[in-house]
Every structure is written in structure tokens, then in C-alpha cells.
């Protein structure tokens, strides 16, 4: 790990940190997935059990398994079906409408329908100040502040989302 520092002076080598917030592998073969007991067959790691949202078919390609910031475990499967994409269909003027974005309305339609703005990233961010300050207040190291630090993410991960 440090030969090549020692070596060649090219910088310290970069440490890579257990909270980072990309957690995050994939399983690009030899994995199997069974709807009927909803478990996804790793290899190294074994059975896991899941939530299947759908069922697909065809050739199962990667599988990235990732960790969200709240501690939640999500898998992600890329499956080879083989279909065509469908044909594009073609706009008629009578049900085409058009959607202005605004600042003070969310959106005004060619109809003059407006749609209000409910500022949902201004009251998240808002919310965020004071959970910052809460965590700046916690002692480090104490567990009130790993816990004041998780809703914080849990916040952030709902504006990102």
C-alpha cells in the first residue's frame, strides 16, 4: 500500500472510509434469483432474503447490491429480455398540451390551469439547518449524536430522493 508512495513521492495514499456515502458492489455472474422463496443467491455472501417488486424474465446480467445513507440494503438486477422498443406514437392536437415551469406557480398549463408551488425543498431545507445544529451541539463520540447524524441523512436522502 505505501511502496508506491515510498517509491515515487506521488502523495499519501488515500484512505477509503467506512461511511462513505457510496456503498456499493456488483455480482456481474453466477447469481440466481427464486421468486417463489423471494431470496436473490450471492455468491461468497449466500441466500439473501428480499422484497421482489416484479417479476422479470430472461438473462440475468449484474447485480449491484448498494447501502443507503439510512442503513437500508437495496438491490438492483440488469436482466437481458430481448425485446423490441416500442413504436413511437404520434401527437395529435387536440389532447397535446403545453406545461410552462415556474418559480412563484409550479406549473401553468395551456389550459391557464396553474398549479401551485408547495416549496418542498425550501421547507426540507429549512428542517436541515436545525438538525445540523443539533448535531453541532452533541459531544463527539456520544451515541446521541450518531443518532442525531443518521435523521440528518434520513433527510437528506428524502431530498434527494
Known amino acids: 500500500m505505501f511502496i508506491r508512495f515510498f517509491r515515487e513521492k506521488n502523495g499519501f495514499p488515500r484512505f477509503k472510509s467506512k461511511k462513505s456515502p457510496i456503498q456499493s458492489f456488483s455480482v456481474p455472474q453466477h447469481y440466481t434469483v427464486n421468486f417463489d422463496n423471494s431470496t436473490v443467491n450471492l455468491p461468497k455472501i449466500g441466500e439473501l432474503k428480499t422484497v421482489l417488486y416484479r417479476f422479470f424474465e430472461g438473462a440475468l446480467k449484474t447485480d449491484t447490491l448498494s447501502r443507503s445513507c439510512k442503513g437500508h440494503y437495496y438491490i438492483s438486477i440488469l436482466v437481458e429480455d430481448g425485446k423490441e422498443l416500442p413504436v413511437k406514437q404520434e401527437f395529435l392536437d387536440p389532447t397535446t ?21 408547495p416549496k418542498y425543498l425550501k421547507n426540507s431545507l429549512q428542517r436541515s439547518k436545525v438538525l445540523q445544529k443539533r448535531v453541532s451541539k452533541k459531544q463527539k463520540g456520544s451515541n446521541n449524536r450518531v443518532k442525531a447524524k443518521q435523521r440528518l441523512a434520513a433527510l437528506y436522502d428524502k431530498i434527494a430522493n
Open 97 to 117: 398540451i403545453g406545461v410552462d415551469v415556474g418559480i412563484k406557480d409550479l406549473d401553468v398549463l395551456s389550459t391557464g390551469e396553474k398549479i401551485k408551488n
